[in-house]
């Protein structure tokens, strides 16, 4: 498994090694103890497994308040997303900042999100399935969300204004202005340092 590294500190792409004949492909999709030779401390304690049906069908952005906070390591089983982080650590040298990356069923690659930032995906083929560990159990009462278009971040969907397919909640959702920010900046990662930078 390779580790990539991301404009954002702590956002890491991960691209495991495919074996295939002409039966198919072997892929190992994570590995704690790769990660954490790699200086990367996440225990994962929940996956979740998404559908969305319509192309241009945002997911964001989500996060969750501590004592919840989630790190999430997101991969897709069918289709193809822009999988996107947003740093909404308050203090942090990149706060308000976002990095997309494309994920698909085709390349494998996944992306690991650390608690603190805000993650959403747009999707770019029908019938996306979407599957995500967590790194906490989900709690209601810790859920939050931020607007996928809010001017103040910026986040190139790859769609025209108006066409996102969105829930009620996520339409509703406070712009990062508004939002009662439970997220300090505690210093870099320090893992991201040493990986090469994909774009």
Known sequence: MQLFGTVLDGVVVLAPRRFGDDRGYFSETWSRRVLFAAGI???FVQDNHS?????GTVRGLHFQRPPHAQAKLVRVGRGRILDVAVDIRQ???????WVGVELSADDGRQLLIP?????GFVTREPDTEVIYKCSDYYAP???GA?????PAIGVDWGIAPGAAVLSDKDRAAPLLRDLDNPFRYEGPFGYSAGLEVVR
């Open 115 to 119: 608690a603190g930032f805000l993650h």
């Open 51 to 55: 559908l969305s049906r319509g192309v």
């Open 91 to 97: 203090g942090s040298p990149s706060y308000g900042q």
């Open 41 to 43: 401390d996440v225990d």
């Open 146 to 150: 931020v607007r996928f278009d809010d």
């Open 141 to 143: 009462d810790c859920d």
